[in-house]
């Protein structure tokens, strides 16, 4: 153990679907302000691990704990209140509504007062330093030329920077991104990258990252870890991790 | 031994309907993507038209059977198809049932129209002379009917089985139903699929309709009930067979009709079993299984995953009104507001007022709609249900409390949200379809069972609901009882146009349009949606009670289920996402019936059937007719405004105009739209 | 020089009053490779789907083989040879793997060929052959895109479309889905590739397109894209902050 607990503690957890084992046995351990990154073959297991962590689904076994508390009962709602934010490899917006509404529903979930009375006595409105916040957040992840478009109007790589900004809108303690360079083009996930590592360093977010990008992932991320087949085959510096040998047989291929 | 065959042989014959509604149900679903329940309103159009060739016009059976169920049965079919269920895209599942909620109004409703109205004298059949027994087993008589019912039945799921085995059919067909686009780029042609699909399922339900004719009254339309059991029967086999297997749903349904014929049999008649728990059943028995097969959960999970390329649905026309209009409309509206309030008390005809002051009661009373369906995106079926929980508790507190009506109203609103929220409770778990049919058993529950009672709705002077009076002051005049009315409207409306702004329309807003990443947020699904059925039904209870004060004495069948249909279907048609939307179609339903009055008897249904094509509309405009047009004349005035302003330079705002140009991701300006 | 197996001329598209192309024109000659720049955002997939009838253009012409296909829907289009692997979920999460491929190869191959389409397409993605049950839309985002993709290596088209042809696939896979692409080529097909992995479609590709803001904003030889991407899309941002 470090000289302090970690943020996301993730024990043994292990999942299948009928006959597949989807997750075996894996452990994770995100530490306050950290960022990890996971990547491994398709159908290694990220994204179900991802599903597991924020309550989406319910692992077989194993348990999961965050700022030292366990949450593995807590539906996904609560879970996100604790400061756990993610994005979606399948992309999933609110197809009506505009980017600007986006941020601002996030922005209203954070704050947690979906009290009907409010919205009855029309305290209900935006606020002043809500729309600053949305503002700053739009700017952020350079959606303000586009924030008044409904989403449905809009490219898959814009839609992802829109999840972004939504997750980020809740200021998480930690933000797990599946994917998100898919849709942007190289500058772009630079640019991408760029703004990861800033939210990471300069509002201490911890974060998760899945992203078959190498250069990506190689940018933003402290320490990675390999899964295959649902098994963790590998941990450390991504460096370490893709001098493995395993590792470069079953998903770097000659690409290394 | 012998008993319990004696019963349960009979019950095969029976439990084929069921069987022949359910598999055409699923078998519906799976080629179109549909849940059509007006799939009996089809089958008693092919039966209706069988029964007057073979009847009245003396065609043989063949040939009747000919006309009505190889070319009417399937024209009809390529008819919806053509010009309802093609345009209706893939991912709306609301647009869908509200389309074939639309087609079980209007079908029953246009035939006498059409055809005038009938009485039957004998009842033509098929195949099999029904009033011939054949032979017996064991000690039950078999007529003809019984054999042509379970041979056509058994034969019928036979073929469909192979079809989809032995072809391609069935693969192609759902892949068409996920997405019409994709299956293109596989070089389907999913246009013709779909109608084929539809001929095909069209086709099914005018046999069952042809093959019921001899076998009961099941699709009478002066029977309304059996009609009922049939559709609560389907769609329960539909369901124990997730919507997915036509041989399960096959079983089902005859062992839903064998089941019920032994029960029959085996409770001690007039015992509180058979007539409170044995009425009851049949929606116990739905419900249980929507809620309780872990299968139906994935039914509509599959989106189109090319919903891409469609362009985003329009923006609210209030959002593209030209900042110049916002003035005058504001003092138009309240100056017609004043003048409406002086006419009615003045110069307004009598008649013409208890009119106007029912389109306001129904106005309270849709806003409830526009509340869960307009705001939540789901589809509640029992709004009638909830209004008659409040004019009942009002009714029944003014009787034996002498409460006064306002309060009563009140008292029910709140009971009636108490039911909203029961409700929300258990349907927390699913939402579209389910939930659907969740409240739809729940409607029909009310209606047959809980609106019965004598402590209820039943009795048969029905339930006096007074008019309300303050104090001193009374409203028991139309033209008072209006002015209150309205005052209550508008009440109601600021308060969900309050929510609608607020957060938890923002929170609604997120669900609907993905409920995963509204729980991402931290949003709490349970929670929102029991906040939004309770002041739903609470709107709901609040008109009803309104309603009967208005309308006098009331009994359960003001409230039957049917109207709760109808009733979705005029806001819907109107416009379900506006306050508006719901104030318009109040106002249309009341009016539109009063001018039908004057009408020949004959078309008394042309209401029902006005709305019904009306929600056709919707699958082409889902934000409304009132909506559309409101925005296409918001956008003809701002052309105006535009061109004045090109005239004359350097007054007013600048154009709109040529924003598409510069940025490609901006919406062109509203000139463009109306160009496009 | 060969005849152009697909010429887009002046094509220009919106969605509703959403304007996304303006005059595009490209050139893809038989048996070629091109491929298809632009930033997020740049009309990459509106110009896809313009040219394979999913989006109706609002002007301009497509012609495939000197035959105007402009307007004709997406299905005819299809089954004169053109495949389109759009962006995102390219299939049909309701069937299985197994379904979803047989849906495509029947209509390419007849019945009888299915089998063996099958298995080329399970020896060109081994995993898919270990799911041929599994509901695809349980499969995990690149199981997904690798099902997309068989669909079309296994049963070569005339002329591939492919959208953002390597998203989600791990880099290993990448490899194979250049091979095989490399494979369809030698055996025909055209190509019109849009990828994140500029390098890579570069070296596939005799012509490069770099599309701006729903135009053509430069064309030309693979080795000058790098350049001009740098100058016109730099600018680009630099005009923005
Ligand atoms: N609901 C489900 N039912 C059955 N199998 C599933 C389900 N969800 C995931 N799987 C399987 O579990 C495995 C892990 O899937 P997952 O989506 O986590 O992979 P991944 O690592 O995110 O892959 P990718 O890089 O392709 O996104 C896959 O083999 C997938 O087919
Ligand atoms: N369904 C749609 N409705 C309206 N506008 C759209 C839609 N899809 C894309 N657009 C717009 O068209 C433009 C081009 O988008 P797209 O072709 O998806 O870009 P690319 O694929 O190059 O990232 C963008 O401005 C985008 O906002
Ligand atoms: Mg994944
Ligand atoms: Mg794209």
Redesign the interface.
């Known amino acids: 153990m470090g000289d302090h607990a970690p943020l996301l503690d993730a024990r043994s957890i292990s999942i299948h ?1 009928g006959g597949l084992r989807a997750l075996a046995e894996v452990s994770v351990q995100v530490y306050e302000g950290e960022s990890l990154g996971i990547v ?5 297991g990220k ?1 179900t691990l991802f599903n597991c962590l ?1 309550g ?1 689904l319910r692992p077989d076994n194993g348990s999961v704990s965050f700022a030292g508390r366990p949450i593995d009962g807590l ?4 879970r ?2 604790l400061g756990i ?2 994005t ?10 505009t980017v600007f ?1 986006h941020l ?3 922005e ?3 704050r ?5 009375w ?8 935006p606020r002043r330093d809500e729309l600053e916040n949305v503002e700053e957040m739009l700017s952020l992840v350079g959606l303000s ?2 924030a008044m ?10 839609c992802r920077l829109v ?1 972004l900004g ?2 980020l809108m ?1 200021q998480p303690r930690l933000l797990m991104a599946d ?1 998100p ?9 630079q640019v991408l990258g760029d703004l990861l590592r800033y939210v990471q360093r300069e509002r201490s977010v911890a974060m998760i990252l899945v992203e ?3 250069d990506m992932v190689a940018r933003v991320v402290d320490r990675a870890m390999v899964l295959d087949f649902g098994e963790m085959v590998a941990e450390g510096t991504l460096r370490e991790v893709m001098a493995n040998p395993e590792v470069r047989r ?7 | 031994m012998s008993s319990f065959l004696d019963y349960a042989i009979p019950g095969i014959p029976y439990g084929c309907g069921f069987a022949l509604l359910a598999v055409g149900l699923v078998l519906t679903f799976r080629a179109t993507g549909v849940f059509n329940l007006a799939f009996g309103a089809q089958a008693f159009l092919s039966a209706f038209v069988f029964d007057l060739l073979n009847q009245y016009a003396h065609w043989d059976q063949p040939a009747s059977f000919a006309l009505a169920v190889l070319v009417v049965a399937p024209g009809l079919g390529l008819a919806l198809d053509r010009f309802l269920f093609r345009h209706i895209p893939t991912a709306s599942s609301t647009a869908k049932v509200v389309s074939s909620l639309g087609l079980l109004v209007a079908i029953p409703e246009m035939i006498p129209i059409i055809f005038g109205g009938r009485t039957r004298h004998r009842i033509g059949y098929l195949w099999l002379s029904p009033n011939l027994v054949y032979f017996h087993l064991g000690s039950t008589p078999v007529n003809g009917a019984d054999i042509a019912t379970t041979v056509i039945t058994l034969g019928v799921v036979a073929a469909l089985l192979a079809m989809f085995r032995w072809s391609a059919a069935g693969v192609t067909m759902r892949a068409v139903v996920e997405s019409r686009r994709l299956s293109q780029l596989e070089g389907v042609n999913a246009s013709r699929v779909a109608a084929g699909a539809w001929a095909l399922s069209s086709t099914l339900a005018g046999l069952s309709g042809v093959l019921l004719l001899s076998q009961s009254n099941s699709i009478d339309p002066t029977n309304p009930l059996a009609f009922t059991t049939l559709l609560v029967a389907g769609i329960t086999a539909a369901a124990l067979a997730s919507m997915e297997s036509i041989s399960v749903a096959l079983l089902g349904g005859i062992g839903l009709g064998v089941l019920e014929n032994v029960l029959v049999k085996y409770l001690p008649p007039g015992s509180v079993l058979a007539t409170g728990f044995l009425p009851s059943l049949p929606f116990a028995v739905l419900v249980i299984v929507l809620l309780a097969n872990p299968r139906l959960r994935h039914i509509e999970q599959s989106s189109d995953p090319m919903a891409s390329v469609d362009p985003p649905p329009p923006p609210p026309a209030v959002s593209t009104r030209d900042p110049r209009l916002a003035a005058p409309m504001k003092w138009g509206f309240r100056i017609l507001m004043v003048a409406f309030v002086a006419s009615v008390l003045t110069w307004v005809p009598g008649n013409w007022v208890f009119v106007l002051a029912q389109g306001i009661v129904f106005s309270v009373i849709f806003l409830s709609v526009t509340m869960i369906t307009g705001m939540s995106g789901q589809l509640s079926l029992c709004q009638a249900t909830f209004a008659g929980i409040g004019a009942f508790t009002a009714g029944r507190l003014a009787e034996h409390l002498g409460l006064s009506v306002l309060a009563g109203a009140l008292v029910g609103g709140l009971l009636a949200a108490l039911v909203g929220i029961v409700l929300a409770v258990v349907v927390s778990r699913v939402s579209g379809l389910l939930l659907t049919l969740v409240t739809l058993a729940f409607a029909i529950f009310a209606d047959n069972v809980l609106f019965q009672f004598s402590w209820s709705g039943g009795g048969i002077t029905g339930v006096d609901v007074p008019r309300p009076a303050i104090g001193p002051l009374s409203f028991a005049s139309d033209r008072y009882f209006l002015v209150l009315a309205l005052v209550i409207l508008a009440f109601c409306m600021l308060l969900v146009v309050l929510v609608q702004r607020g957060t938890v329309g923002r929170y609604l807003a997120a669900m609907r349009g993905s409920p995963g990443a509204a729980a991402s947020l931290g949003i709490n699904l349970t929670s929102t949606k029991v906040v939004v059925f309770a002041m739903s039904a609470g709107l709901a209870g609040i008109g009803g009670a309104l309603y009967g004060s208005a309308e006098g004495p009331i009994a359960s069948t003001d409230f039957s289920y049917v109207l709760s249909l109808v009733w979705v279907v005029v806001v819907i048609t109107t416009g379900a996402t506006t306050v508006e939307g719901a104030v318009q179609a109040g106002m249309a339903f009341a009016v539109l019936a009063q001018v039908l009055s004057y009408l020949p008897s004959r078309l008394d249904g042309l209401e029902f059937v006005m709305f019904a094509f009306g929600a056709l509309t919707y699958a082409k405009h889902p934000e409304g007719i009132v909506e559309y047009q409101k925005a296409r004349w918001l956008a003809r005035v701002s052309r105006l405004l535009a061109a004045w302003d090109a005239r004359h330079p350097g007054s007013g705002q600048p154009s709109l105009a040529g924003s598409g140009e510069t940025a490609s991701a901006a919406p062109a300006g509203s000139v463009e739209l109306s160009n496009g | 020089m060969s005849p152009a197996l697909l010429e887009a001329d002046g094509l220009c598209a919106s969605y509703g009053s959403y304007r996304a192309l303006f005059g595009v024109s490209l050139e893809v000659p038989e048996g070629s490779a091109v491929a298809l720049l632009g930033s997020n955002g740049a009309g990459k997939s509106t110009f896809a789907r313009v040219l394979t009838g999913l989006v109706p253009a609002s002007s301009g012409s497509v012609r495939l083989d000197g035959h105007d296909v402009t307007g004709m829907p997406a299905w005819r289009i299809a089954r004169m040879g053109v495949a389109h692997v759009p962006e995102g979920r390219g299939i049909f999460s309701s069937l299985s793997v197994e379904e979803n491929l047989s849906l495509s190869f029947r209509r390419r191959m007849g019945r009888g060929g299915i089998g063996e389409a099958l298995d080329k397409a399970y020896a060109g993605f081994p995993i898919l052959a270990e799911r041929r049950r599994q509901q695809a839309g349980t499969l995990s985002g690149g199981q997904q895109r690798m099902l997309s993709l068989a669909k079309v290596l296994a049963v070569p088209p005339r002329l591939l479309v492919a959208d953002e042809l390597s998203l989600g696939l791990a880099p290993v896979v990448v490899d194979a889905v250049y091979d095989g692409l490399a494979e369809i080529r030698r055996a025909g097909t055209a190509l019109l590739v849009v990828e994140q992995h500029i390098d890579r479609a570069l070296a596939l590709a005799e012509h490069a397109v770099l599309l701006a803001k729903g135009e053509v904003a430069w064309q030309g030889p693979p080795s000058g894209a790098a350049e001009a991407m740098e100058r016109i899309l730099g600018s680009g941002r630099a005009e923005r902050t």
């Not at chain 1, 491994?40 to 290694?44: D, L, R, V, Y």
């Not at chain 1, 947690?112 to 009907?116: I, K, M, N, T, V």
């Not at chain 1, 079953?250 to 290394?256: E, I, Q, T, V």
């Open positions: 679907f491994g073959p398709n159908g290694a994204t924020c989406q539906p996904s709602y609560r996100a209140r934010a993610r979606f490899q399948r992309i999933e917006v609110f197809p009506e509504m509404e601002m529903v996030a209203r979930a954070r947690g007062d979906g009290r009907l409010k919205d009855l006595l029309n305290l209900g409105r030329d586009v478009t409904p989403v449905a109007a809009l490219s898959l790589g814009h999840e939504r997750a809740l994917e360079s898919s849709g942007l083009d190289t500058r772009e996930t078959h990008d190498l079953a998903y770097l291929g000659r690409g290394a």
